[in-house]
């Protein structure tokens, strides 16, 4: 059964660079069928799209986080990153990973498979 | 990408009917889907493709799109439903979530 695990510091200061990895675990990400993405969820706020991954490298961000945003990809690890630089107070929020649907339905389309999330907090 | 609406919350008493909209410009064009979060776990998906329900995804929860608006209805809404509902759509250049509606069962 596919799973998704985010890693990485729970405390980052402000103007630092917020690190995050996913891995998959019983699964392949490589599969050519799926995008993996990020979204994040500030603390008593709603869900906000950051950004989608294939494995081949191909990404999408949300215009809004763009110039801020890397998703990287390490078949080799079977995991994917995400770097979030110059961070201030309003980028406190759990971070999740997440499958999307198969691009032959949406290749941006749903997520039918999430991590459990990661509280990242930004601050001094 | 562009921006879905919600209302922030919806009541209803248990055993009725709830109704969540989502209204968007691009729904006509773009399939939409829903999830279902309770305190301190991830969302659940409960509809994919405007109306279709995931294996494990109780009758009661249904989708349906007309126009710019589609709706999550939960006929004979129980206790355990309780929860913030999310929409969410998509087009070539990524996707958009709604804002959230929390669903209070009186």
């Known amino acids: 059964q596919l799973q998704l695990q985010e890693s990485g510091p729970g405390l980052v200061k402000p103007s630092e660079t917020l690190s995050l990895t996913c891995t998959v675990s019983?699964?392949?990400?490589?599969?050519?069928?799926?995008?993996w993405g990020w979204i994040r969820q500030p603390p008593g706020k709603g869900l906000e799209w950051i950004g989608s991954?294939?494995?081949?490298?191909?990404?999408y961000y949300n215009p809004s986080l763009k110039s801020r945003v890397t998703i990287s990809v390490d078949t080799s690890k079977n995991q994917f990153s995400l770097k979030l630089s110059s961070v201030t107070a309003a980028d406190t929020a759990v971070y999740y990973c997440?499958?999307?649907?198969?691009?032959?339905?949406?290749?941006?389309?749903?997520?039918?498979?999430w991590g459990r999330g990661t509280l990242v907090t930004v601050s001094s | 990408s562009y921006e879905l609406t919600q209302p922030p919350s919806v009541s209803v008493s248990p055993g009725q009917t709830a109704r969540i909209t989502c209204s968007g410009d691009?729904?006509?064009?773009?399939?939409a889907y829903w999830y279902q979060q309770k305190p301190g776990q991830a969302p659940v998906l409960v509809i994919y493709k405007d109306s279709e329900r995931p294996s494990g995804i109780p009758e009661r929860f249904s989708g349906s799109s007309s126009g710019t608006t589609v709706t999550l209805t939960i006929s004979g809404v129980q206790a355990e439903d309780e929860a913030d509902y999310y929409c969410?759509?998509?087009?070539?250049?990524?996707?958009?979530f709604g804002g959230g509606t929390k669903l209070t069962v009186l």
């Open positions: 691009a729904l006509p064009k773009q399939y």
């Open positions: 997440a499958r999307h649907s198969p691009v032959t339905i949406a290749p941006l389309g749903y997520f039918d498979l």
């Open positions: 991954i294939y494995y081949s490298g191909s990404t």
């Open positions: 969410q759509s998509a087009d070539s250049s990524g996707t958009v």
């Open positions: 019983g699964g392949s990400i490589s599969s050519s069928s799926y995008y």
